[in-house]
């Protein structure tokens, strides 16, 4: 069995989406390594091997002097809805897979004064760079896109999250 056949095959990311996805679990993490998006009220509303979606609520912990939500709290939900994916990609391998935010592009189109839900649809490349990672030995880029829209289906932001993967020796 070639390496690409056991990354394709180790069900490591079903285990981490299992955790991701069990409500009390996310909360624990967020509060114990991410305390700052546990205030937020930073939600994962569906996770799964091709797609993220993470919600940011307009209020009082996320919210800025003009009445809408910072931009922080937004780029820190943008960020999670490509790290979920990223993360579920590298867990369980071994020899392991570092993974790096290496640069962060937002455009901010529309005031969020509600729910904001960022929506990544590229888990499929992310795993691709895990793989060519993972079997290379060399650090792979990638650009990810996820866009943020409002209850009303408004874009609200959107960000490109360029992250470095390499397996470690």
């Not at 888990?123 to 290379?136: H, K, N, P, T």
């Not at 009303?152 to 020796?169: C, H, L, N, Q």
Request: hydrophobic content about 40%; glycine content about 6%.
């Amino acid at each position: 069995m070639n390496n690409i056949s056991k990354i394709e095959s180790n069900g490591n990311a079903h285990l981490f989406f299992k955790l991701i996805n069990n409500p009390v679990k996310f909360r624990v993490f967020l509060l114990k390594n991410l305390p700052s998006a546990f205030f937020s009220g930073v939600k994962i509303r569906h996770a799964s091997e091709e797609r993220c979606s993470v919600s940011v609520p307009y209020k009082w912990f996320s919210t800025n002097p003009f009445r809408s939500t910072y931009f922080a709290c937004l780029s820190m939900a943008a960020e999670m809805s490509t790290g979920v994916l990223a993360m579920a990609h590298i867990h369980g391998l071994f020899p392991k897979v570092s993974l790096l935010v290496i640069k962060v592009e937002g455009h901010f189109h529309k005031k969020a004064t509600g729910i904001t839900l960022f929506t990544c649809n590229e888990g499929v490349r992310i795993r691709d760079a895990v793989q060519a990672a993972y079997l290379s030995g060399e650090s792979q880029q990638i650009s990810i896109e996820t866009i943020g829209k409002n209850n009303e289906g408004e874009m609200v932001a959107d960000f490109i999250i360029t992250w470095s993967f390499k397996r470690k020796s």
